[in-house]
C-alpha cells in the first residue's frame, strides 16, 4: 500500500532551475530517511540525495553538490529536490525511494537541453 508519487520534471535549459515532488503515504513518513535516484540513459540508477527522518542532515552525490537542495515535510508527507543551475548531464528519469527498501515512485522525466 506504500504509495511515492513523483512530479515536476520538464524540460529546462542548461542554467535553469526545477523543483521536484514525492508525495508519500501508506507508511510512517516521519520514522524513516527519503532519497532521490537518478537514472540517464545507459546508465546505471545512482544515489543523488538523502535527508533524515526529521530534515536534520542531508548528503549528496559530488556531481550536485552545491546545485541540489533536498528538503522534506513531514507534515504533508512530501520530500523536494530543489535543483538549480541545472546542466545538460543532469537530464534523467528522477525516482524518490525509502531508503532500505524496494519503495519507488514511477519517477519523473527531467530534460536538460537548448
Known amino acids: 500500500q506504500v504509495q511515492l508519487v513523483e512530479s515536476g520534471g520538464g524540460l529546462v535549459q542548461p542554467g535553469g532551475s526545477l523543483r521536484l515532488s514525492c508525495a508519500a503515504s501508506?507508511?510512517?513518513?516521519?520514522?524513516?530517511?527519503m532519497s532521490w535516484y537518478r537514472q540517464a540513459p545507459g546508465k546505471e540508477r545512482e544515489l543523488v540525495a538523502i535527508?533524515?527522518?526529521?530534515?536534520?542532515?542531508?548528503n549528496y552525490v559530488d556531481s550536485v553538490k552545491g546545485r541540489f537542495t533536498i528538503a522534506r515535510d513531514n507534515v504533508n508527507h512530501m520530500v523536494y529536490l530543489q535543483m538549480n543551475s541545472l546542466k545538460p548531464e543532469d537530464t534523467a528519469v528522477y525516482y524518490c525511494?525509502?531508503?532500505?527498501?524496494?519503495?519507488w515512485g514511477q519517477g519523473t522525466q527531467v530534460t536538460v537541453s537548448s
Open positions: 525511494k525509502v531508503p532500505g527498501t524496494d519503495y
Open positions: 501508506g507508511f510512517t513518513f516521519s520514522s524513516t530517511s
Open positions: 535527508i533524515s527522518q526529521l530534515g536534520r542532515s542531508t
